[in-house]
């Protein structure tokens, strides 16, 4: 059987989607709070970069995959005004029923699928933009995600992915004891689940740096692919298109 990593686990490739619902579905009712508390409030600008890097226009189509809690997706609606769509997908039906909630709440309209990402229920060539924020870590077979949110971007339209990447080295060590200390005891007081932030840490470390993701991009057909860092490291945000 072919396996993958759960953080710093190997698991078999069939577990690691189960493991990934298992975290989601404990911190859905808290991931907002947790968002703002574990980054202090920085998420806010690393996403509002993504919206304005991907410079969504009026009238056109996006899709905003792994949307969790609709952060990307209902900063994109008054983007593209009233002739355009947002469409998010998640694959986790908690986090979808906290993203149900939160766009009542806010009079939004946005239309949901819930589906794994390397299998997306929209037809070829069909959206300007896609996005995917923090979600591609978590995914079993990250080329086939990124193939799928290929194959739906129409010639000319955009690929971002917004993830965490390898910090800068002299920040190493601020940042270890940072992920490994006081994540998982933030997320035991406040979420009541401190594994789900040890995986959290772990995930980070297991994911591609900012050049290996490029090269993924690339190997999954995305042209002119760029990188910018965001936070030293902490962050980056790649942006490739389909031609
Ligand atoms: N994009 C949101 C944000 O930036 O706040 C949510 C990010 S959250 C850290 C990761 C999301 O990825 C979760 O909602 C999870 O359910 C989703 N996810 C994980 N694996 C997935 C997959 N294979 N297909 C689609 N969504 C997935």
Redesign the pocket.
Known sequence: MTQTHFGFETVDEKEK?QR??G??SSV?QK??VM?DLMSMGL?RLW?KFTIDLAAPRPGERVL?????????SSAFVPRVGADGQVWL????N???AV?RDRLLDEGVMVPVAQ????KLPFPDNHFDIV??????????HKDK?LAEMRRVLRPGGRLLV?EFSKVWKPLEKAYDAYSFKLLPWLGGKIAGDAESYRY?AESIRMHPDQATLKALMEYAGLERVEVFNMTAGVVALHRGYKF
Request: proline content about 0%; charged content about 20%.
């Open positions: 989607a990934v619902a975290v989601f859905a991931y907002d968002n998420h996403k905003d995959v792994a949307g969790g809690t609709a952060d990307l997908t998640d694959i986790n908690a986090m979808l993203c589906c794994d990402a390397e996005t995917v924020a923090f979600g591609l870590r978590n995914m079993t995600a917004l959290l």
